[in-house]
């Protein structure tokens, strides 16, 4: 039986569908089915909110400002995540929304009230609602990593399975989070890109290391491509040594003080006995040789 099909149409003809929204709505669903399983609706009263540490540590008063002329004008679209212990109602998700009522002297709102969750459960919860719904700082998202990872004792493995992101992206994070306080400081005051800070935080104790350090808490090297020429311009290959070997290539996104540095880290949680780490130290060392040369 021959089948019948819709008559050609030109290309200005043809309509376009935009499933944006509906997908940005879809996906949001999904994410609040599973976020929160297992809680129940309530009006809570905002002076019984107790407001705990978040993973969003820098909030912009304008957008709170404008955030609440919203809520005093449609009402309160979101509701809070709270959870419930013994007669405690704790803020898990939403200090924007919460900031924002109580500068327009809410009393009481609609809520998520979740209860019996373990501390490891709702700093998971706080980190995946944060991250999907406002634009975290990577300090911020760092620093949550962090912390879920010293409340937890949770190896990298553990935390990309509890929080959803890649084991690489585990791995920076906690290196970024270790970094010095004013350095941190100056990434979220400055808007410095991650990669300088990582790039940054391989490079050998000295000179150039620190006057690095100098451009980044002043917020005059903001992005990579400034360290890549600082690093070019700071001789990396020194005047009269003549390179023998043509040195390996490296993963894209690395520079070789951050390849060799990882791969110390790794090494250390590998499994071996001493005769191999022995060994595996030898080849690190004769391959930072390499790379100075």
Not at 109 to 136: H, W, Y
Not at 197 to 224: F, H, P, S, Y
Request: net charge positive; aromatic share 4%; proline share 2%.
């Amino acid at each position: 039986m021959a089948k019948n099909f819709a008559p050609r149409v030109t290309k200005k003809q043809r309509k376009t569908l935009d499933l944006s929204n509906k997908l940005e709505r879809d996906l949001f669903k999904l994410a609040d089915d599973r976020l929160l399983k297992g809680a129940r609706l309530a009006e809570v009263k905002l002076k019984d909110v107790v407001v705990r540490d978040q993973v969003r540590t820098k909030f912009n008063d304008s957008s709170i400002r404008e955030l609440a002329k919203n809520i005093q004008a449609n009402g309160l679209i979101q509701p809070l995540v709270l959870h419930l212990k013994g007669h405690k109602y704790t803020l898990i998700c939403g200090e924007r929304r919460f900031r924002a009522m109580s500068s327009i002297n809410m009393e009481d709102c609609p809520c998520f009230v979740l209860e019996g969750k373990t501390d490891e459960e709702l700093m998971a919860i706080q980190f995946s609602e944060n991250s999907s719904r406002e634009a975290l700082h990577f300090i911020d998202k760092a620093d949550g990593i962090l912390n879920y990872q010293i409340a937890t004792k949770a190896s990298e493995r553990k935390i990309t399975a509890a929080l959803g992101i890649s084991k690489s992206e585990v791995h920076r994070s906690l290196l970024i989070a270790k970094l010095p306080k004013k350095i941190r400081e100056a990434a979220k005051a400055y808007d410095i890109e991650k990669y300088v800070l990582l790039e940054w935080d391989a490079l050998k104790k000295g000179k150039l290391r620190k006057e690095v350090e100098g451009q980044i808490v002043t917020g005059q090297m903001t992005k990579r491509a400034q360290l890549k020429k600082v690093l070019k311009a700071g001789g990396v290959v020194q005047a009269g040594r003549k390179q023998t070997k043509k040195s390996p290539a490296l993963p894209r996104g690395l520079s070789a003080n951050a390849f060799l540095k990882a791969m110390e880290a790794k090494s250390k949680d590998l499994p071996m006995d001493k005769k191999t780490r022995k060994l595996m130290q030898q080849l690190l060392d004769e391959t930072k040789e390499i790379v100075d040369l």
